[in-house]
């Protein structure tokens, strides 16, 4: 069965360093996303994209953020200057079509951890 | 603007004892709305939806949800809670974009 997957699962980087978290969705999916979850809070919304665009994103995905599709398969979030209260579980999704009746699947997540 | 509130973030239950997971929404339009699954060391995984038509929906896992409008609510129930439910849950609405936003979650854990 297809599914999103997420590397590295855990990720140890100092204040200040940039971090790539990878993603690879489900190979025919056009829409991808990248959710947070700092510990002990909800699961959190950053960004969609779409044809090589970011479609929306939440007031949290400042301009320490990037997204990109650099080849046909990965997907990635950039964080340029971590900050400790970056620290928190990154999820990528992926989904064959846009809006609520097309699923988003989750990928086991990234765990940040900046010191 | 859309959320969703989860109570009790640890829930246990006994086996085969009734499984309740409560869920209220808040939104400014007709939300659909989700239950998500995770499962130790993977992805949340899509238990069940809904979007419009009947509001009772049925999910996997013996899983099922009703859309109360009235009490702006979508609680998550299974007559029969088995040791491979232990997990943690997740109740999430979206309006009309992509965007989901998901409650704090619930962790169930299943006592023999």
């Known amino acids: 069965e297809p599914e999103v997957t997420q590397t590295p699962s855990h990720q140890v980087t100092q204040m200040g360093q940039e971090v790539i978290l990878r993603c690879v969705p489900i190979?025919?999916?056009?829409?991808f996303y990248w959710y947070r979850q700092i510990l002990g809070q909800k699961v959190e919304f950053l960004v969609s994209?779409?044809?090589?665009?970011?479609?929306?994103k939440s007031e949290i995905f400042d301009d320490q953020f990037s997204v990109e599709r650099p080849d046909g398969s990965n997907f990635t979030l950039k964080i340029r200057s971590t900050k400790l209260e970056d620290s928190a579980m990154y999820f990528c999704?992926?989904?064959?079509?846009?809006?609520?009746?097309?699923?988003?699947?989750f990928g086991p997540g990234t765990r940040l951890t900046v010191l | 603007a859309q959320s969703v509130t989860q109570l009790g973030s640890h829930v246990s239950v006994s086996e085969g004892a009734l499984v309740l997971l409560r869920c209220n929404y808040s939104?400014?339009?007709?939300?659909?709305l989700f239950w998500y699954v995770q499962y130790p060391n993977q992805g949340l995984q899509l238990l069940l939806k809904?979007?419009?038509?009947?509001?009772l929906v049925k999910g996997i896992n013996g899983f099922e949800a009703e859309f109360k409008k009235s009490e702006t609510s979508f609680h998550l129930t299974k007559p029969s809670a088995h040791m491979s439910d232990a997990a943690e849950y997740f109740c999430?609405?979206?309006?009309?974009?992509?965007?989901?936003?998901f409650g704090k979650g619930n962790q169930v854990v299943v006592i023999p």
């Open positions: 809904y979007t419009t038509g009947a509001t």
């Open positions: 999704a992926s989904s064959g079509g846009q809006g609520p009746y097309n699923e988003q699947f």
């Open positions: 994209f779409y044809n090589n665009e970011i479609s929306e």
């Open positions: 190979s025919n999916h056009l829409y």
């Open positions: 999430a609405v979206s309006e009309r974009n992509n965007r989901l936003a």
């Open positions: 939104s400014s339009v007709p939300p659909y």
